[in-house]
Every structure is written in structure tokens, then in C-alpha cells.
């Protein structure tokens, strides 16, 4: 009798100890395995990003006498410009394909904040001629600003894509 | 029966089969399965305690965290090490068992009616929880905390809510400062305070909520972690370099599979599983049809404000206020809340005036359950022994929720189903034997499978005279058998009687009741 309970406590005992390691063994594993490839062997990632006020979306207008009058005192200012801002149109070709095309809205409810644009392209690493053409203003056709440069990609680098006015325009990093 | 009703029922009976498979070799104390929240709060309390030490030494600059984390963990593993490794399988222990809770809590249908508002309290706590854990990773700044800040940060970005992407703070090491690192820190140990305070929240309704499981349960799971964070201790990966991606990466699944998800996907598509999870989650008490039973009601002039019922009912629904009968002026009187009440039954197994010895004609008790009085039962009871002609005449006493006992029912046994199991008050067993029963057998859920949580356990406390109202200890204990069994589990009960029925058959074991 006493050999059963004895054999039924170590076989509960034992049960219990591989409960326990099971709960364990499943925390230890999946905290880390499988391992996850961010990104492949032989890669590089370009980001494309920038925060970048365009221009106002028409002329500033001149008022006439007649115009001002109309207005209460407070308000008759001369010249009046709209708020809203052109959006950014951005192209990026990579070796000569367009690897992105995006048209960035000014932020706020009248359209007269900052456009954004955040990109990840992946890319292999190696050479690559990288072309971006950026336009800021819609009263202008084609591009305001357009930088193109080779550039060497090692594994696994991060090349950032930014725009820069005091920096002369667009920037690689 | 609607489509979604079929595989619901087929995970119920899964889940119930394996928890009584968890049963057999560690008992329903040990059961991590029946202590799933319990086990929540104390990765919790885990949690919290390594998390203030690693506080305590971690340089909160975005220069300085890393080193100070990955020395903690070489040169002091033996401390600083160990602890930061059970804090962060504490956080996966964590995220494990409040997923395998919500899943027992929905498969057991325990979402709607009275159980809503723990339901609800309960659904915010999941992404609290996740944004807690993944802020967590930030804070080291290695490789993968640049790989989960990046991802949280496209991800969010995926909301057209932000003037600038957030992405941008991670573009080079110059956006990543100091004061950036502050947010981290107060994403890391702010949310955690209002996730205590969600938890405090989520229990407002349940009493004697367990927040601490069984100690020998909460021993095994510490040891567990304490020998994982010996044998498998965590270590960082590379310092953070915003100038080069994170290539190969030690993952932990259970807190950041939601990275590898967008990129396989979109952040479109996981917001749209997160929205639409958390919604769906969010409605469900709504679109179940469960019927509301009516709910206990109080008799003030057979309620003397003992606080019995006050002290078992499992979900708060009783309240004391200035009894209104002026023979009873000064006492109390229990007040029922029906939005909350479950209508168990239980305080009505708890009131001392459900006690069937009294002479009244029709009895009347200071709690009770419309749909089912205990007048009813004691009728039922006294009608269906008289009925008996058997020589050994057997009472059955069951509930519900637990094995089936109608089947019981033979020309020695009648048996009787409540609510509850705890909705019997202790002084039926003594009435049943003095009104010629041989033997009673009590029954109901499993330790720790009660579907109203303390219905079980206070029968079984009553009946062995550890909790008032107790079984009287002139009752021989040998014509008494508890036999506690779930659904499906009817052939226990089976047994059960059939060891009864022998006893009785031993001339030297029935004891006359004093």
C-alpha cells in the first residue's frame, strides 16, 4: 500500500516537473527561435523621407481700392495669399526604373501644413544610380528639385533619401 | 444551433479535457489551467519587482542604455542577469496565460449578462499589455529594439493621423535623444501603472478575486522561471545602429510576432485584425442570446442581516443597508443588485433561515431564487422519499452545471439539480436522512471548475463544517459522499453510489443519526 502511494507521489512529482518544464521549454523557445530575417542577406534599404512645406498653391493677389472697401478695417491688407500649399510630388528611379511615385498632401484641415512621406526600398546591395525628382510647387510643371547620384550600397545599409532647403534640396545620407 | 455555436462547443469540450487531463498528476491547486488569472497577476507581481530593480540601473540616455543593460547582464548575472531575464519570460509567461484566459473565459461563454462588465474590463487590458511588453524592447536599444521601434513606428504611421511619420525619429542616430528615450521610459513604466489600475478595474466585480494562485502553484512557476533564466539567460543583441537595418534576428514570438505580420502583410492589414479583433471582442456580450434568469430575492421579515450571503456571493451582487422592518430596527438587511447577480443561488445555500427543520408550513427564506424556492426543493424532497420502496433509500444532490444527475434517478435514488451546487443549504443532508434517506450524495464541479467560481467550494467547506451555515457534526459522516465531476464525467457519480450502496449493505456502517 504504502509502495503505491509512494509510486503514485513520484509519478505526480515527475508529471509535474515535465508540466513544468513543458510551460518553460515553450517560453525559452519562441522567446528567440525561430530566428527572424529583418531583412535578407545581401541587402540594403533606402528610406525616402521627408517633412517639406510647399509652396502656395497660386499667386499671392494684389487688391484693388475698390476690393479693400469691401473689407472690414481690421482686414484690408494689401496683398492676400492663399494658405493652402502645394502638395509634394516625389519620383524616385532607381537604375533607370521607377521604383516610387507619390503625390505627399499638405497635413491640416486647410491644407497648409508640412507634406510627409516616409519609403522603405529594399535594394541590393552594390552600385546603384538613384535619381529623385521632387516637385513643391503647383504652379509649376515638371520638377523643382532633382538630385541624381551613384551610390555604393554595402549589406545591410540604410541610405535615407531626406530633403533639405538649407542644404541645397534633396540630400542622401 | 448557430454555425459559430458548433466549434465553440468543440473547443469547450477540448478545453475541458484538457484541464481534467492537467488534473490528474497536479490537482485542481496546482492546475495552471483553473488559476489562468491568478497567474496573470502574479507575472505581474514579477514583472514589476525585476523591472524596478533593472530601473534602478539602467541609464535612461539613449547613449548610455545599452551598455548598462548588457553589463548588468555579464557582470552581474547572477543578480541583475537572472532578473532581467525573468522579466522578460515573466512578460511571455504573462502574454500567454491572459490569451489562454480570454480563450477559457470565451469558449465557457462567460462574456455576457452579469459577467459583461468584467468581460469589457478585460478586452482594453490587451493591447495595454502588448504596448507595455514591446515598449520593453526599446529600452535596451540593441538591434531588435531598433527593429520593434522601427516596426511600431511604420506601423503607426499606417494611420494617417500623424503630420510627421514617426518613422522619421529613427532615421539616423542624431533624432534618437535623450528626450525621445523619456518617452520610451514612460511608455515602459507609465503604461504598466494604468495597466494596474485596468486590472484593478477588471476584478472591481468578482469577490475574493484570486490574485495570487495557489502558493505551490506560484513556487513551480517561479522555479520554472528562475531555472529558464539560469539555463537560457537573455542577452542583447548589437548595439543599435540606425545607419545599418537589423538583418538576423532572435525574435521573441510571443511578444513582437506582430513585426514579421506587417511585413508579411500590411500595416493596413494589421490594424484592420487588431480594430476589427478588438471590436469584435468588444460586441460580443451583445450578440450572445443569453437569457437573464430572474435574480435572488430578499424576504425582510426572514432576513436578519447575518451578512452570510454578503460574504459568499461570488460576484458582489449583495450589499447590507438599515433593515426596513421596525420588530428587526438595527439590523440590516441584504440588498440584491440585480445588474450584477447571477442568480446562482448560492447565498440562498448560505442563509441561515433555508434551514428545512423549520415548522412552517410553507418554507420561507431571507434570500431566494423565484424560479427555484427552496420550499420547492424540501416539498420535492420530502414527496420523493415517501415514493422510494427500496430498503436503501439514496438522495442525490447536484447542480447544472456539473455531471447530469437526473440519470441517476433509480428505485432507491431520487435525485435533485439546482442551480448550483452551492445553492444547497447544508441542513438538507441531516433533513433528507431524518426523513429516511439511507445515504445523500453531494455533488457538483470539479475543485475549481464551478461555473458561478465558489459555488463548489463552499459546499465542500460547508459540508466538511469549515464554513458556515455547516453540516451539523452529529451527521455520520459515512452516510455522506461528495463526489465532484464535470459534465460528461456522470460515470463518477455512477461509482459513487454504487459505493455508497455497499456501504449501506455493511451492517456495522450505518450510524443512527443523533
Same mark, same amino acid.
Given at each position: 500500500?504504502?509502495?503505491?502511494?509512494?509510486?503514485?507521489?513520484?509519478?505526480?512529482?515527475?508529471?509535474?516537473?515535465?508540466?513544468?518544464?513543458?510551460?518553460?521549454?515553450?517560453?525559452?523557445?519562441?522567446?528567440?527561435?525561430?530566428?527572424?530575417?529583418?531583412?535578407? #542577406?545581401? +541587402?540594403?534599404? =533606402?528610406? &525616402?523621407?521627408?517633412?517639406?512645406?510647399?509652396?502656395?498653391?497660386?499667386?499671392?493677389?494684389? !487688391? $484693388?481700392?475698390?476690393?479693400?472697401?469691401?473689407?472690414?478695417?481690421?482686414?484690408?491688407?494689401?496683398?492676400?495669399?492663399?494658405?493652402?500649399?502645394? #502638395?509634394? +510630388?516625389?519620383? =524616385?528611379? &532607381?537604375?533607370?526604373?521607377?521604383?516610387?511615385?507619390?503625390?505627399?498632401?499638405?497635413?491640416? !484641415? $486647410?491644407?497648409?501644413?508640412?507634406?510627409?512621406?516616409?519609403?522603405?526600398?529594399?535594394?541590393?546591395?552594390?552600385?546603384?544610380?538613384?535619381?529623385?525628382?521632387?516637385?513643391?510647387?503647383?504652379?509649376?510643371?515638371?520638377?523643382?528639385?532633382?538630385?541624381?547620384?551613384?551610390?555604393?550600397?554595402?549589406?545591410?545599409?540604410?541610405?535615407?533619401?531626406?530633403?533639405?532647403?538649407?542644404?541645397?534640396?534633396?540630400?542622401?545620407? | 444551433?448557430?454555425?459559430?455555436?458548433?466549434?465553440?462547443?468543440?473547443?469547450?469540450?477540448?478545453?475541458?479535457?484538457?484541464?481534467?487531463?492537467?488534473?490528474?498528476?497536479?490537482?485542481?491547486?496546482?492546475?495552471?489551467?483553473?488559476?489562468?488569472?491568478?497567474?496573470?497577476?502574479?507575472?505581474?507581481?514579477?514583472?514589476?519587482?525585476?523591472?524596478?530593480?533593472?530601473?534602478?540601473?539602467?541609464?535612461?540616455?539613449?547613449?548610455?542604455?545599452?551598455?548598462?543593460?548588457?553589463?548588468?547582464?555579464?557582470?552581474?548575472?547572477?543578480?541583475?542577469?537572472?532578473?532581467?531575464?525573468?522579466?522578460?519570460?515573466?512578460?511571455?509567461?504573462?502574454?500567454?496565460?491572459?490569451?489562454?484566459?480570454?480563450?477559457?473565459?470565451?469558449?465557457?461563454?462567460?462574456?455576457?449578462?452579469?459577467?459583461?462588465?468584467?468581460?469589457?474590463?478585460?478586452?482594453?487590458?490587451?493591447?495595454?499589455?502588448?504596448?507595455?511588453?514591446?515598449?520593453?524592447?526599446?529600452?535596451?536599444?540593441?538591434?531588435?529594439?531598433?527593429?520593434?521601434?522601427?516596426?511600431?513606428?511604420?506601423?503607426?504611421?499606417?494611420?494617417?493621423?500623424?503630420?510627421?511619420?514617426?518613422?522619421?525619429?529613427?532615421?539616423?542616430?542624431?533624432?534618437?535623444?535623450?528626450?525621445?528615450?523619456?518617452?520610451?521610459?514612460?511608455?515602459?513604466?507609465?503604461?504598466?501603472?494604468?495597466?494596474?489600475?485596468?486590472?484593478?478595474?477588471?476584478?472591481?466585480?468578482?469577490?475574493?478575486?484570486?490574485?495570487?494562485?495557489?502558493?505551490?502553484?506560484?513556487?513551480?512557476?517561479?522555479?520554472?522561471?528562475?531555472?529558464?533564466?539560469?539555463?537560457?539567460?537573455?542577452?542583447?543583441?548589437?548595439?543599435?545602429?540606425?545607419?545599418?537595418?537589423?538583418?538576423?534576428?532572435?525574435?521573441?514570438?510571443?511578444?513582437?510576432?506582430?513585426?514579421?505580420?506587417?511585413?508579411?502583410?500590411?500595416?493596413?492589414?494589421?490594424?484592420?485584425?487588431?480594430?476589427?479583433?478588438?471590436?469584435?471582442?468588444?460586441?460580443?456580450?451583445?450578440?450572445?442570446?443569453?437569457?437573464?434568469?430572474?435574480?435572488?430575492?430578499?424576504?425582510?421579515?426572514?432576513?436578519?442581516?447575518?451578512?452570510?450571503?454578503?460574504?459568499?456571493?461570488?460576484?458582489?451582487?449583495?450589499?447590507?443597508?438599515?433593515?426596513?422592518?421596525?420588530?428587526?430596527?438595527?439590523?440590516?438587511?441584504?440588498?440584491?443588485?440585480?445588474?450584477?447577480?447571477?442568480?446562482?443561488?448560492?447565498?440562498?445555500?448560505?442563509?441561515?433561515?433555508?434551514?428545512?427543520?423549520?415548522?412552517?408550513?410553507?418554507?420561507?427564506?431571507?434570500?431566494?431564487?423565484?424560479?427555484?424556492?427552496?420550499?420547492?426543493?424540501?416539498?420535492?424532497?420530502?414527496?420523493?422519499?415517501?415514493?422510494?420502496?427500496?430498503?436503501?433509500?439514496?438522495?442525490?444532490?447536484?447542480?447544472?452545471?456539473?455531471?447530469?444527475?437526473?440519470?441517476?434517478?433509480?428505485?432507491?435514488?431520487?435525485?435533485?439539480?439546482?442551480?448550483?451546487?452551492?445553492?444547497?443549504?447544508?441542513?438538507?443532508?441531516?433533513?433528507?436522512?431524518?426523513?429516511?434517506?439511507?445515504?445523500?450524495?453531494?455533488?457538483?464541479?470539479?475543485?475549481?471548475?464551478?461555473?458561478?467560481?465558489?459555488?463548489?467550494?463552499?459546499?465542500?467547506?460547508?459540508?466538511?463544517?469549515?464554513?458556515?451555515?455547516?453540516?451539523?457534526?452529529?451527521?455520520?459522516?459515512?452516510?455522506?459522499?461528495?463526489?465532484?465531476?464535470?459534465?460528461?464525467?456522470?460515470?463518477?457519480?455512477?461509482?459513487?453510489?454504487?459505493?455508497?450502496?455497499?456501504?449501506?449493505?455493511?451492517?456495522?456502517?450505518?450510524?443512527?443519526?443523533?
Amino acid at each position: 500500500m504504502d509502495t503505491d502511494k509512494n509510486t503514485l507521489n513520484f509519478s505526480r512529482l515527475l508529471a509535474q516537473v515535465l508540466l513544468f518544464g513543458l510551460f518553460g521549454l515553450a517560453i525559452g523557445v519562441f522567446s528567440r527561435w525561430p530566428a527572424y530575417q529583418a531583412l535578407a #542577406p545581401g +541587402r540594403a534599404v =533606402v528610406k &525616402v523621407s521627408f517633412t517639406h512645406h510647399g509652396k502656395p498653391v497660386s499667386e499671392c493677389h494684389q !487688391l $484693388s481700392p475698390a476690393e479693400l472697401a469691401k473689407l472690414p478695417p481690421n482686414m484690408r491688407a494689401p496683398v492676400q495669399c492663399p494658405r493652402e500649399r502645394s #502638395p509634394v +510630388r516625389i519620383e =524616385v528611379d &532607381v537604375d533607370g526604373q521607377v521604383a516610387y511615385r507619390h503625390a505627399a498632401m499638405s497635413s491640416g !484641415l $486647410s491644407r497648409d501644413g508640412a507634406s510627409a512621406v516616409y519609403q522603405r526600398i529594399e535594394l541590393a546591395a552594390g552600385t546603384h544610380q538613384i535619381t529623385v525628382r521632387m516637385n513643391d510647387d503647383a504652379r509649376q510643371s515638371g520638377y523643382t528639385h532633382v538630385r541624381a547620384d551613384t551610390v555604393v550600397l554595402k549589406p545591410a545599409q540604410i541610405l535615407v533619401i531626406d530633403f533639405d532647403s538649407e542644404a541645397g534640396g534633396v540630400t542622401f545620407k | 444551433m448557430s454555425a459559430a455555436a458548433v466549434p465553440v462547443g468543440y473547443g469547450r469540450r477540448t478545453f475541458e479535457r484538457l484541464e481534467h487531463w492537467f488534473d490528474r498528476p497536479l490537482g485542481a491547486g496546482l492546475n495552471p489551467l483553473r488559476h489562468l488569472g491568478a497567474l496573470g497577476f502574479l507575472f505581474f507581481w514579477l514583472i514589476a519587482v525585476s523591472g524596478i530593480y533593472l530601473y534602478i540601473v539602467l541609464d535612461t540616455s539613449a547613449t548610455g542604455a545599452y551598455a548598462s543593460i548588457d553589463q548588468l547582464s555579464r557582470e552581474q548575472w547572477y543578480l541583475g542577469g537572472v532578473l532581467r531575464s525573468m522579466h522578460r519570460y515573466a512578460a511571455d509567461g504573462f502574454i500567454l496565460v491572459m490569451l489562454a484566459h480570454l480563450l477559457r473565459e470565451w469558449l465557457f461563454g462567460r462574456y455576457g449578462g452579469f459577467r459583461r462588465y468584467s468581460w469589457l474590463t478585460g478586452v482594453p487590458l490587451l493591447p495595454l499589455v502588448f504596448a507595455c511588453a514591446i515598449g520593453g524592447f526599446w529600452l535596451n536599444w540593441d538591434a531588435l529594439g531598433q527593429f520593434s521601434a522601427q516596426a511600431t513606428a511604420e506601423w503607426l504611421d499606417g494611420l494617417p493621423v500623424f503630420a510627421s511619420p514617426l518613422t522619421r525619429n529613427f532615421l539616423s542616430a542624431a533624432t534618437v535623444s535623450d528626450r525621445l528615450f523619456s518617452l520610451f521610459v514612460f511608455i515602459h513604466l507609465g503604461l504598466p501603472l494604468l495597466l494596474l489600475f485596468a486590472l484593478w478595474f477588471h476584478i472591481q466585480r468578482i469577490s475574493l478575486a484570486e490574485v495570487f494562485p495557489p502558493r505551490a502553484l506560484a513556487w513551480g512557476t517561479v522555479g520554472t522561471l528562475l531555472v529558464l533564466s539560469l539555463l537560457n539567460p537573455v542577452l542583447s543583441h548589437a548595439p543599435a545602429d540606425l545607419s545599418t537595418a537589423p538583418t538576423l534576428l532572435a525574435l521573441d514570438w510571443i511578444v513582437l510576432f506582430v513585426h514579421p505580420l506587417m511585413y508579411f502583410t500590411s500595416a493596413g492589414f494589421v490594424w484592420s485584425l487588431v480594430g476589427g479583433s478588438l471590436l469584435l471582442l468588444t460586441l460580443l456580450p451583445w450578440l450572445s442570446r443569453q437569457a437573464r434568469a430572474p435574480v435572488a430575492v430578499v424576504e425582510p421579515d426572514y432576513c436578519n442581516g447575518c451578512r452570510r450571503c454578503l460574504a459568499d456571493c461570488p460576484y458582489a451582487a449583495i450589499t447590507m443597508a438599515p433593515h426596513p422592518t421596525r420588530h428587526l430596527a438595527g439590523r440590516e438587511i441584504a440588498v440584491v443588485h440585480a445588474d450584477l447577480c447571477a442568480a446562482c443561488g448560492i447565498c440562498v445555500g448560505s442563509c441561515p433561515s433555508s434551514t428545512p427543520f423549520r415548522s412552517i408550513s410553507e418554507l420561507v427564506t431571507g434570500i431566494d431564487l423565484p424560479q427555484s424556492p427552496i420550499s420547492e426543493l424540501r416539498q420535492q424532497l420530502h414527496t420523493g422519499l415517501a415514493s422510494l420502496e427500496a430498503p436503501h433509500k439514496l438522495v442525490v444532490f447536484g447542480c447544472d452545471h456539473g455531471a447530469d444527475v437526473r440519470a441517476l434517478c433509480a428505485p432507491d435514488v431520487i435525485a435533485f439539480s439546482q442551480v448550483c451546487t452551492g445553492m444547497l443549504p447544508p441542513s438538507f443532508v441531516e433533513y433528507a436522512l431524518r426523513d429516511g434517506a439511507s445515504a445523500v450524495l453531494v455533488t457538483g464541479c470539479r475543485a475549481g471548475s464551478c461555473e458561478f467560481r465558489l459555488g463548489q467550494l463552499w459546499t465542500a467547506q460547508r459540508l466538511t463544517g469549515q464554513r458556515e451555515p455547516h453540516l451539523r457534526a452529529s451527521v455520520p459522516p459515512e452516510r455522506v459522499a461528495t463526489c465532484w465531476a464535470d459534465r460528461g464525467e456522470e460515470a463518477l457519480l455512477v461509482q459513487a453510489l454504487d459505493a455508497l450502496r455497499q456501504q449501506l449493505t455493511r451492517p456495522d456502517e450505518a450510524s443512527p443519526l443523533r
